[in-house]
């Protein structure tokens, strides 16, 4: 049987001396898992009155803990809390590319729990 060989994504223009991203993988996890969870932000936006629904579908949420766990994964990093040392140079990046500055909603989206 074959298994799925996924690899994980490195955003090479974002590493010095033209971006803030260093060449750990837990600080390209980082910036990705920024990416899946503002989007999720702009899109589900602070409540339920900023999404329109048809009629049939459902409300949509955020999942900042089930994108923090997948980006884990995807990464293969040991633990949940693996990315949290990242967030100044992601905020860094974000700047310089003139992306949304990343949110405390997020970046404080989970417990770490015990693995």
Request: aromatic share 12%.
């Amino acid at each position: 049987m074959k298994h799925l060989l996924f690899t994980p994504m490195i955003f090479k223009d974002y590493l010095p001396p033209q971006g803030f991203l260093p060449q750990d993988p837990a600080a390209h996890a980082c910036f990705y898992f920024y990416m899946l969870a503002e989007k999720a932000r702009e899109t589900v936006g602070e409540s339920t009155e900023d999404q329109r629904i048809l009629e049939g579908e459902q409300w949509m949420t955020k999942q900042y803990n089930n994108q923090r766990r997948a980006v884990t994964m995807l990464y293969d990093l040991e633990n949940l809390g693996a990315i949290d040392a990242f967030w100044p140079a992601v905020k860094l990046q974000a700047k310089l590319l003139g992306l949304p500055e990343p949110k405390q909603e997020y970046m404080r989206a989970l417990q770490h729990e015990a693995e």
